[in-house]
């Protein structure tokens, strides 16, 4: 059974950091494209970041130089280290497998874990 599990997630003030990971199980991991994305409430889906079997990175340009996204294939986890965090990050981030066609194509994703950035 594929398993995504994120963690990681809580309440930071402005500027603060914070790493989320996210576990995988179920698959072989070092095989698949990930993503983070994230929801704002009342907002939609909204990528944040991908990153390739080869650990080439991508970001979506409002998160590039805060964010930054890696992966452990050893330990089948990809993480997200978010620093300068800001309020309009509050959102439930959640991890993806994707497809080959696109790091925004989503095939499976967690229950997602909430940010909460205020003071």
């Known amino acids: 059974e594929v398993q995504l599990v994120e963690s990681g997630g809580g309440l930071v003030q402005p500027g603060g950091s914070l790493r989320l990971s996210c576990a995988a199980s179920?698959?072989?991991?070092?095989?698949?494209?990930m993503s983070w994305a994230r929801q704002a409430p009342g907002k939609g889906l909204e990528w944040v970041a991908g990153?390739?079997?080869?650990?080439?990175?991508f970001y979506s340009d409002s998160m590039k130089g805060r964010f930054t996204i890696s992966r452990d294939n050893a330990k089948n986890t990809m993480y997200l280290q978010m620093n300068n965090l800001k309020p309009e990050d509050t959102a439930v981030y959640f991890c993806?497998?994707?497809?080959?066609?696109?790091?925004?194509?989503?095939?499976?994703w967690g229950q997602g874990t909430q940010v909460t950035v205020s003071s």
């Open positions: 993806a497998i994707v497809t080959l066609a696109s790091l925004e194509d989503y095939r499976f």
């Open positions: 990153i390739y079997t080869d650990g080439s990175t």
């Open positions: 179920g698959f072989t991991f070092s095989n698949f494209r």
